[in-house]
């Protein structure tokens, strides 16, 4: 649609006393126009209000602003802008207080910066603040709050952990037990994280059993967690315990039947050590499967790679970009949560 | 990568609209002499590439089958026939053309198959709906171009799908009560026929558990009788403040319950419902429910089946399409709150 009432570009060549093809390729960022010409029609648009509507790539800065409580470090940094390479955007990691505090770190400009991350729960005053400081739109990652309408960035727990499950049936083992990551020191949104694969699991394992035998009629009409289906790391030692003549040793070419599935990568590599010590061979007696997001996909415990669903830190932030972009072309006042798509990595150990 | 110059940076170069721009380039009527003269200078100079455009133009047209069982889309408004609608519509706003079929399952045999996965010519398929497993299977047999499952799914099927997000967005609607006081919730579903009303309940687990609030089993009511199978909630002596409902179908029939007991919405009872699809029925214009969001769904569906007839071995996806709450009366505040 011909936009009636904004800026055109005609309108800024004309105030500049420049061609239309000079403007339009200083602000698409094409050669053709020189830094200094660039510079004054990328100042004289913002002065007169044109909308620019395009990617960030084309925005001056292109910053990309990394925000968590504590801050996350240089090499974080490093590995941010490595990985954001093809998003065209200047990672900058400060923490909340650095960019919300005016006397603090970042003195620089926020302008025609991309957005803000924030990495990990921050409190609704934090987020709003750094909604207002920014301009720009700000993305959550990890975390999910109801109450602060930003958009969220997360792995789907949920749907990941049915489609291990959905793996580990499709591989034929009988017995699934879930085993919860320790939560001791988790923040409330991280402990959202687990409570979605955790339902994850038990719903596909309460819909399996519709499918497999029990009629309708006979299924228990709602899943209320008397049952557990989830065990504790320590349970699921004591599980080693109590089976260990249950756990057999399978004869060469026999499959296990059974397959530990972890909530987070820690719980698996910790079981799969406590295997090892016991002299419990994986997958030949027993499989683990694991769920890994962001930073625990590149860590793998020595030289297995684990069966898991894996988010990579890649999938999230390029995730997170195109939020940020598209919340600059439509900035409603809903936030809304955005799911990443992970994949089932099939590894050694299941 | 040099960036490839768009029409629309044409458009704004010389502050007029991109269908002007396409029409002046295609050589449409409508455009004058000199704005065309200047148009196509100025596309020049800033280097678009005219050979690219000539090329799209010359591009065959895609044709995608859209199957669908005849269950879900007989005559009259029904779910199902609007998420067609919007998938031809974006299709067709795509330039790609569509070809309906309706499988009879019902009365179809046991021999029934879908002609239209046999033909060689189509694209891609969409299917809209749950359909019968084996039917399905030889679907996927014979297709000789992707198929993406719309609104349904089942784990094993080598295809993708498009799904609204049962789990969150019945989250949303257990947070929206309990936002606004709500602390004895109750759930009405049948989870049991139903993997979609399975994967709402767990979103109740989850809103619920994340309030800390308990989750009552006498609270936790199906809507249809099975050994009958006919609708039916039973509703126990005491209730609690709002319920749940895993669709606005199972909504309806709540409040005629609550009716029957003389029981007022919202006054006495809140009532949330999912769907945002009630009709034939005077509670809809009171119901505030999860709004399915079907031209997103419909649009996806097209843009992956699309994308996979370009890059056919990406690795399937299932993507999930989350929306919001349709806001209207059925919900009571709780003084004190919000």
Known sequence: ?350 | MKKQVTMREIAEAVNTSVVTVSNAMTGKKGVGEDLRRRILETARELGYDFSAAEKRAKERVLTLGIISSRRYMSEGSSFYWEMYQNTIDTASRKNVLTMLEMLDEEGGGENLSSLLAARPEIDGFIVIGRIGDGLMRQILRDAKGPVVLLDFYRPGYRCDAVLSDNYMGTYRTVRYLIDRGHRRIGFIGTGRTSRNVTERYYGFCRGMQESGLSIEREWLLEDRDLWTETPRIALPQELPTAFVCSSDYSAGLLYRELQKRGLRVPEDISVIGYDDYLYGNAFSEKLTSYRVDMPAMAREAVRMVLQRIRAPRQPYRVRYVDSGIVERTSVRTIRGKV
């Open chain 1, 1 to 350: 649609m011909r936009p009636k009432k904004k800026i055109s570009q005609s309108d800024i060549a004309k105030a500049l006393g420049i061609s239309n093809v000079s403007v339009s390729n200083a602000l698409a960022g094409r050669k053709g126009v020189s830094q200094d010409l660039t510079q004054k029609v990328w100042q004289k648009a913002e002065k007169m209000g044109y909308d620019t509507g395009e990617d960030a790539s084309d925005c001056q800065s292109g910053l990309f602003f990394v925000v968590s409580r504590s801050g996350l470090g240089a090499d974080t940094e490093e590995r941010f802008q490595k990985i954001l390479r093809d998003q065209k955007v200047r990672v900058k990691c400060l923490a909340c207080g650095e960019l919300l505090d005016p006397a603090g770190g970042w003195g620089g400009s926020l302008a025609g910066c991309l957005g803000v991350l924030a990495d990990g729960p921050l409190s609704a005053q934090e987020l709003l603040a750094l909604k207002e400081k920014s301009g720009g739109p700000v993305v959550g990652l990890g975390f999910f709050d109801s109450r602060v309408p930003i958009d969220y960035v997360m792995d789907d727990g949920f749907h990941g952990a049915q489609s291990v499950v959905q793996y580990l049936r499709s591989q034929k083992y009988e017995t699934i037990l879930y085993v919860m990551p320790e939560e001791a020191g988790q923040s409330a949104g991280y402990a959202a994280a687990w409570v979605d694969r955790l339902l994850g699991c038990r719903s596909e394992l309460y819909l399996e059993t519709l499918h497999r035998g029990a009629t309708m009629h006979e299924a228990q009409p709602f899943d209320i967690e008397e049952s557990r289906t989830a065990l504790t790391f320590r349970e699921a030692c004591g599980y080693l315990e109590n089976r260990r003549t249950g756990v057999r040793k399978q004869e060469s070419g026999q499959r296990a039947r059974t397959v530990f599935f972890c909530g987070d990568m820690r719980t698996a590599r910790a079981l799969l050590r406590e295997l090892k010590d016991r002299q419990i061979r994986v997958p030949e007696d027993i499989a683990v499967a694991g769920y890994a997001v962001g930073e625990d996909c590149a860590l793998q415990a020595g030289r297995e790679q684990i069966t898991a669903y894996t988010d990579s830190e890649k999938n999230l932030l390029d995730l997170c970009c195109a939020v940020l972009r598209h919340r600059r072309r439509c900035p409603e006042a809903e936030g809304n949560l955005h799911l990443a798509a992970g994949d089932i990595t099939e590894g050694s150990t299941a």
